[in-house]
């Protein structure tokens, strides 16, 4: 399963991009669309251009 944000956010670099992004997740996880204990998850992080600049996995443990 994917999601993608088509809005997107403006970021000054990877370290906002990173908090966002688990902001984001931990949304997700919350209103039940992520299960932590049977899917592997990961985050991608892209420029202007939607081309991915960080990948990173993601647990339960980053999503508390």
């Not at 994917?2 to 902001?23: C, H, M, N, Q, Y």
């Not at 949304?27 to 600049?53: F, P, Y």
């Amino acid at each position: 399963m994917v999601f993608e944000d088509r809005t997107g956010a403006i970021l000054p670099g990877l370290a906002e991009a990173w908090a966002w992004s688990i902001k984001e997740a931990q949304a997700l996880s919350r209103e039940g669309w992520l299960d932590t204990e049977k899917q592997r998850l990961w985050i991608e992080v892209c420029d202007s251009h939607h081309c991915a600049i960080m990948s990173f996995p993601i647990d339960r443990e980053t999503m508390q």
